[in-house]
């Protein structure tokens, strides 16, 4: 069994590696040409690798380029082998590899617009839920009300960036004019996926606070005390709404 560990490891080593020689133990047609076609296999997972980074950041590639974003996503992918057989989990740690990346250090935004992309496909691939029923809301009295905890749906995510990452990812998907938007405006979003699409809000950071502290188990009144402590003029009934409009919760206890 360890000899069995030694040579797998060796072999996903190489597999990410051009530098290494072809894994010890591999056998073929022709034992000749074992390491072309080992050759053609690792290339063939370094494509697959990045073609999941190109899937996943569509957003980040096209801000960088295609030529780019591919000699980019290569230094990535021998970086960091996948941790799990579902290639819409690989690249978690993508947004912290483009805050440390130096030729991108000119576009500080660019981790948070991959990091929203990421809880975009979060969201997208997370557990369906009902949404919360406003009716349940308006059946309770001021003080229980008050006294509630929110479930927030599996989907939910908040995000906040101190650049105008919201705006700049939804541009890029969309393909919409860029030169509108300033990148050092701080941004904040909800993303939530009631039914089939992901929904991304830009909200207050008010909201955010409010939103914050509901997910996190605090009762709406001390939710309220926290948006309130942030901004005075803090309109409760207004975000209320405005959360059970997104489908960001389930229910109350």
């Given amino acids: 069994m360890p000899e069995w560990h030694a040579i797998s490891n060796d072999f996903s080593s190489a597999l990410l590696d051009p530098e290494r020689p072809v894994p010890a133990g591999l056998k073929g047609p022709s034992p000749f040409k074992l390491d072309k076609r080992f050759s053609v296999y690792r290339n063939n997972i ?34 960091h082998p996948p941790g799990s057989r579902l290639l819409c989990e690989y690249s978690s740690d993508f947004p912290a590899f483009l805050a440390g990346f130096e030729p991108l250090a000119r576009y500080p935004y660019m981790a948070d617009v991959a990091r929203i992309e990421r809880l975009w496909l979060d969201a997208y691939h997370e557990a369906d ?16 009300l008050f006294a509630a ?66 997910i996190g188990a605090s009762p709406l ?33």
């Fill in 46 to 79: 370094t494509l697959s690798l990045i073609g999941a980074l190109e899937a996943n950041f569509p957003a980040v590639r096209r801000l960088v380029g295609e030529e780019f974003f591919s000699a980019m996503a290569k230094v990535f992918v021998r970086a």
């Fill in 149 to 214: 905890r929110f479930i927030p749906h599996p989907a939910t995510r908040l995000f906040r960036s101190s650049f105008a990452a919201v705006s700049i990812m939804s541009a890029n998907r969309t393909g919409a004019d860029t030169s509108v938007i300033d990148p050092s405006m701080p941004e904040f979003a909800m993303l939530t996926r009631p039914r089939l699409a992901v929904d991304i809000r830009h909200i207050s950071s008010s909201t955010f606070d409010f939103l914050d502290a509901l």
């Fill in 221 to 253: 009144g001390e939710a309220v005390e926290r948006a309130l402590a942030g901004d005075p003029d803090f309109d409760v009934s207004t975000n209320l709404r405005g959360m059970l409009a997104a489908g960001a919760f389930t229910a109350i206890k």
């Fill in 129 to 144: 839920a009902e949404p919360l029923n406003g009716a349940v809301l308006g059946a309770l009295d001021p003080e229980t």
